[in-house]
Each structure stands twice: as C-alpha cells, then as structure tokens.
C-alpha cells in the first residue's frame, strides 16, 4: 500500500510539474510585447494594459477557481485551462499577423480584444496553476510540503525561460511562430495533467476497534505523548492524529524539551468516533490545541492577519511584474539610449535574455525556498514567515540596482535579484497560508490572498508606461524641431524612449518605497509567529507517557 501510495504521488507531482510548467506563460509576455506594440503601434501604457489583462486573469480569478478545486476536484479546471489558452494565444496571434489597421494608432475595440485573449491565458494559467498546487499540497504531509509545493510551482516560474528559449532556437525573430508555439504549447500539455492530475489521499485508515480505538505503529523522531485536555474533544475529521513527529502538526506545543531528538521508537494513532452530533466548538478547540486553524469566509477577511498578507504581496508583487512587464521595454530604452538607429535584431535578443534570467531565478526561487523553509523548521524550529525577510530585501535590492544602470551589460544584476525575490515570494506565502489559516479551504484562501498583486500591479504598470510615454512625447518634440529647422523629410514614427534609465527611474523610486514598507510588514508577519509560537509554549499542558490511551466515558 504505501509504495502504491508513494508511485501516485510522484506521478500527481510530476503531472503537476508539468501543468504548472504550461501555465506560467504570462511572465513571457515581455518577450513579444515590444514586438507587438512596434507592428500595431501601440503605446507603452496601451501594451501595460494588455500586460495587466493578463495578470487579472491569473489573480481576479483567484477566489472563484479556488472554491471549484476544493470541491470538485481539479478537472473541471484543467479542461477550461485547456481551451482557454488555446483560445487566447491564437486570438494574440491572429491580430499580430493582420498588422496595424489603418495609418492612425490601435483602435479602442481592437484594444480591448488583445485586452480579452490576454486575459483568457492568464485566466487558463490559473486555471492549471490553482489544480496543480492543490493536488500537491493535499498528497503530501507538512514535513514536505513548502518542498512539494515549491517544486511545483518552481514549474510555474520556470515557464517563461522553457518558451522563450525554445522559441528563439526554433523561430529566431519570428513574433507570429512564437504566439502559435505558445498556444500550443500551452494548451496540449494540459491534456497529460487532465489523466495525472489528482489528490492523493495520505494513509487508509484501518476501522475503530472497541472503544473507538485505532492503534497503529510508526516511526517518530520523539516519545508519543498526548495533550490533556479539559473536556473530551471530538476531531475535526472524526479523528484525532498523533504523527511521526508530534512537532511537525504541532509545532507551537512542544515544549524545547520534547523537541530534542530521540532514538526512533513505536508511537499510536488514535481516533475517537462521537456517538453523538459534534458540538459546534469542538473544532474550535481542535485548532486552539493543535495551532492548525480551518479560517475561510468572513472570518478570513476580517481578521488581520489576512490583510498583512495581502498587503505584503500587493507591494512586492506589483513591483515584480512591473519589472516582469517592462523588462523588455527597458532593455530597449538601454540599448537604444541616444541612438535611434539601433540594432533591433541585438535589442530583441537582450530582451529575450532578461526575459529568460528572469525566469530562471523564479524557478531556483521557488525550489530554494521551499527546501529552506521545510528545513529551518524541522531542524532549527525557525518560523517560515522569517524568510519573507529575506525575500523583502532581494526586492529592495533589485529596484536599487535597477535604478543606478546605465550599461546594458550590468542589467542581468537586476533581473536575477528581481527574479529570486519574486520566485521566493510565491514560493513561501501559499505554505503560510496554509500554516496561518488550514488547509481544508486553503485553495480558496490563497485565491484571495491571490487578489493583491492586481493592486500593486495595477499601481506600478500604469506609472511605469505612463513614464515612459512621457519621455518619448518629450524627444518625439525635439525631433520634430531638429527636422522642421532642417526641413528634411519626416521620419517613420517609431514608440521608442531614447533616454535610457531616465526612461523609468521615477517609478522605480516608488516601487523602492514600497518594498521597505514590505520588509517592515515582514518583520511583523515573523513577530507574530514568534509570539504565537512563545504564548502556546508558555501554555501548561500534562505529558503522558506514550502507553496512555484515550477511552470512552462509558468504559470508565
């Protein structure tokens, strides 16, 4: 059994893997952006609102995809994933080969249809993204979760270097190849995630012998104990779990005695059945003893906690797609820095190049950590929500070194620190929303909690290409004068900043204000784990020794 067990779960993670891998196209959307504005002459706020489609479609989904996995299972998102990004790619490409209509810019209803097949891919990436990561984190146990999870989504970030990459071998400058290699490429391997797809239940559980009973040997790292209680309490799920490792499902009670390491030895599951209807507070006092509350609905919205996430993720993520969105707009306003003239085929390589590092480190992110938070918890009892520290300053980091580049050389700097920051913010945050809140809802909580970079993106996108519209209305003026003072013939007008980092530096100004105010959100969210964690071992509860079992009032 438990090696049949073990084979499902490799091919649920696998399928996943490679789900997510199909998904996480949205963050290639710098690769073919300038390309796409330059053929339909649109404007760099116009190409941002398309961006942002996308991304809308990946997080206002959020919620909604969320309730449907947790109740219906991961298909019905896989199949929608499946035509959704077919759908939306073709739709991208079928307007880049029709070419600008007209000599005037892009009309608003040929706007707001990029707009909508934009929206589609980013509404099937969730689709596929929300089904993998739920099978993940429900097949595996706490102990190896932040890892499972990691890897999957690692997957997810490392979408945007798979296609870009594979594209420029295979189709080199051809923008209408790379949309039809995306549509399908996206959409085909969905269908293999359609059959692999699943949650794989943890261990059958053997029925209750007299009393309501179950004993069940196992291996542990610590003497078995149990938690006196001063009533009887009836399990969330009928039953009440001692694990392997007492401090993996209840980390915040085990006092710094009981965490030292012991010889392995037998422990006990145990499960008590109810006779009677469970009393509404008993779950209550389950999540009170044990520290895994089950939080959704109303009482997830108003409590604190919720919002500190949130509003952590708003500022750290917007300014990552901010950077993700632009990347290849300012890759070109470097290259093309006082040089009208410039190599477009060179400018197209250095955009497809951040466009790749990008990518590479959200990936390694995301695997690093996930193994690093699983590891700090288990071995040194450090809270996971410390490494949003960590996270918050390689953010502040990258909007500092994007802001002093002049040379395109030095660019890769921000992007790898931009991409470790980004890969690790959302390589952390679904495992502390199932640590803060439970995993029974834990799809539908991390599509709320999903919601916040349409905040920050929104914010950051909008200021980013409204800058650098700015400055390119500024030299298309002083163009404009030079030519008329010449009278030589008027050029072919081309959107291009020419003034390098000019270009954007004052929205990377706020984008660094916002990040600091993360890293201080980030010192609270590890204050409250910490005082959590000291108030719970304060806590004075009775150890028993590891014989001791639980029996029915009626056998006493």
Request: hydrophobic share 40%.
């Amino acid at each position: 059994m438990a090696d049949t067990l073990a084979r499902a779960r490799t091919v649920t993670l696998l399928g996943s893997v490679l789900t997510a891998l199909s998904s996480g196209t949205n963050y290639v959307y710098s690769a073919y952006a300038p390309q796409l504005g330059s053929r339909l002459r649109i404007t760099y706020t116009q190409l941002n609102i398309i961006g942002l489609s996308g991304n809308m479609g990946v997080y206002t989904t959020g919620p909604i995809l969320g309730r449907i996995v947790d109740k219906r299972g991961p298909r019905p998102l896989l199949l929608s994933s499946f035509f959704l990004l077919l759908i939306g790619y073709t739709g991208l490409r079928s307007y880049f080969d029709a070419g600008p209509i007209g000599d005037d810019k892009l009309p608003t209803a040929s706007l707001i249809a990029l707009s909508l097949f934009s929206y589609m891919t980013g509404v099937g990436g969730n689709c596929g993204l929300s089904a993998a990561v739920n099978s993940t984190a429900k097949s595996f146990p706490d102990r190896l979760r932040a890892s499972t999870v990691g890897f999957v989504l690692s997957g997810f970030g490392l979408s945007a270097f798979f296609f870009s990459t594979l594209s420029h071998l295979i189709f080199p400058g051809n923008t209408s190849s790379f949309l039809l290699f995306l549509a399908l490429g996206t959409s085909l391997p969905i269908i293999v995630g359609f059959f692999t797809v699943r949650p794989v239940p943890h261990a059958e559980r053997p029925d209750p012998g007299p009393g309501g009973l179950v004993w069940q040997p196992e291996s542990v790292d610590s003497s078995s104990r149990l938690l006196a209680h001063e009533e009887p309490v009836a399990a969330v799920s009928s039953e009440i779990e001692v694990h392997s490792s007492v401090g993996e499902l209840y980390p915040e009670v085990v006092t710094p005695i009981e965490r030292s390491r012991s010889r392995s030895r037998p422990s006990f599951e145990l499960s008590r059945q109810s006779d009677s209807a469970r009393r509404p507070g008993d779950s209550r006092n389950i999540a009170r003893v044990s520290g895994h509350s089950d939080i959704f609905g109303k009482a997830l919205l108003t409590g604190w906690e919720f919002w500190l996430i949130f509003i952590l993720l708003s500022l750290l993520s917007g300014t990552g797609l901010m950077y993700i969105n632009n990347v290849g707009s300012i890759a070109q306003a470097l290259f093309a820095k006082g040089n009208p003239d410039y190599d477009k085929v060179e400018a197209g390589k250095l955009q497809s190049a951040q466009v790749s590092l990008v990518s590479l480190a959200n990936c390694g992110a995301r695997i690093g950590v996930g193994l690093s938070a699983d590891f700090l918890k288990h071995h040194f009892s450090a809270h996971r929500s410390y490494l949003l520290i960590v996270v918050s300053l390689l953010f502040i980091a990258s909007q500092l070194v994007t802001s002093r580049i002049d040379d395109t050389t030095e660019l890769w700097k921000a992007s790898l620190l931009l991409g470790l920051g980004y890969g690790g913010i959302f390589g952390i945050l679904p495992t502390i929303t199932i640590e803060w809140f439970g995993l029974s809802h834990f799809s539908e909580n991390w599509g709320f909690v999903s919601l916040a970079p349409l905040i920050g993106g929104n914010i950051f996108s909008i200021l980013f290409g409204k800058n650098l519209d700015r400055h390119v209305i500024d030299k298309t003026a002083e163009q404009l004068g030079s030519i008329l003072m010449a009278r030589a013939p008027v050029p072919d007008p081309e959107h291009v900043c020419l003034k390098g980092r000019v270009c954007y530096t004052d929205t990377v100004a706020i984008t660094t204000l916002a990040c600091t105010v993360a890293l201080i959100l980030s010192f609270v969210a590890g204050w409250r784990d910490w005082r959590r964690a000291r108030l719970l071992q304060d806590s004075k509860y009775e150890e028993i020794p590891s014989a001791v079992l639980w029996e029915n009032e009626d056998d006493e």
